[in-house]
């Protein structure tokens, strides 16, 4: 590959890198965005919780001193009657009286001394001592402690979706200031159970909504980027490609334009000695008796110098193009032209020519006598594909905008192998020729903005295809 090409490869292939590793640094980090938010979700609402549940703790409190401890103490002269059923039915009254507006699944009540529960929801607790825990001598201290508990897989508590997440708030049960003098400051210690499993689960929701979203959203960049990138990839191969095949081209022109300044020069010395020679052995030939080895001899030397100043008149055309004189032309005149000069050697090998040509024919714009010299020579090629006899069919027919002459011959056609290289100057498969003829006339189409191809026919011979426009834009 071209160091150029190569140093132009490059460059996109880092944005295309670059691109891709900004992909999946994006990915990764909404992926730790969603993370960090679940975090924080969790962490508000696990503070909101903690919150609610003092907030149900003091109203609780008020309740239960005022409505439940002090008539009990009153009237029984003690509190905590874990048989007593009409203290019992009181006390639930109260609790559930206050707590009827709040989201709370279970509510104890745990004696200061006894560390005894005297009064739950679930009434299969009732007597149960040493519940507590760490978290309740807290509360006997004043200090509000709270503990959040998972269960589930290691699995969903490792991804945030534990099958049940409840949070327990120990909160101590006070005398009301006005009258703590009837037992002192603290009497108990309320444990609070908040089902939290919903929100919890509502906040892994979300997070996984974040990932789904986040990686939907990078699979369609990612998808869109690629086509980019390989539509990118194909215009720098295709254009590297026309880049090498212009190098080439330019390598070729160089070559052939040094070539034709040399064979230019070279035909120009043969010329003028072979004119001398050709004029010379016309005059011997005319002097000489009109038979004998000599007249002979004279006429092979005026037969060959005559194929000689043909061969370097092919030099001089393929080196030297000539540009075309545009005009109206039509180009079923230039073929009848062309079929009527060689109607001689058509006669003598047998050949039989089939026309079919387009009735609405335009006229074109080209120089009759180009497309003359172009024309002659398909025809003597195809007739010396054809030695002993055969059939030629010539096809003319107009288009939109282009004019197309088909060419076919029944000859043996053209070897795979030798069928790419037809073009290059100089290459011919014949005993006898320079190996310029389909060169130039390749030039002359070209030279008129048409195009050429050759190509061998479905069953035999040679079909050769010559499209023209119809208008010459200069």
Sequence with gaps: MDPKDAAGIKPFKLVK?????????????????????????ETVLLKKSEDYALLMAENLNHQVFLQFIVPAALQFGQVIQLRNKVLFDRLDQVVRNTLHSFSVETVNIIDKNENVIFYSFDKELLGRTGQGGIDYQQALLNEPRSKLIRRGGFWDILFGAPSECKLTTYVPLKAERPLSNIEGPILGVFEIVQDLSEDYQTITDFKYRIIITSAVIMGLLFFVLRLVVKRGEQIIEKRAQERLLLKEKLGDAQRLASLGEMVAGISHEIRNPLGIISSTAELMKQKLSSSGPEVELAGVIVQEANRLNSIVTDFLNFARPQAPNFMPCRVD???????????????KHGHRIHKRFSTDTPEIEADPGLLYQAFLNILINAMQAMPESGDIYIELSAHKHTLTILFTDEGSGIPDETLNRIWEPFFTSKDKGSGLGLP???????????????????????????TLPVDHHS
């Design 440 to 466: 130039i006339v390749k030039k002359i189409i070209e030279g008129h903005g048409g195009i050429i191809e050759v190509d061998n026919g479905p069953e035999k011979g040679v079909q050769l295809t010559v």
């Design 17 to 41: 890198y670059f691109t891709f590793t900004s992909l999946v640094v994006i990915l990764l980090g909404s992926l730790i965005l969603s993370a960090v938010i679940a975090r924080r979700a």
């Design 333 to 347: 005149e230039v073929i009848e032209k062309n079929l009527t000069f060689l109607a001689p050697e058509i006669n």
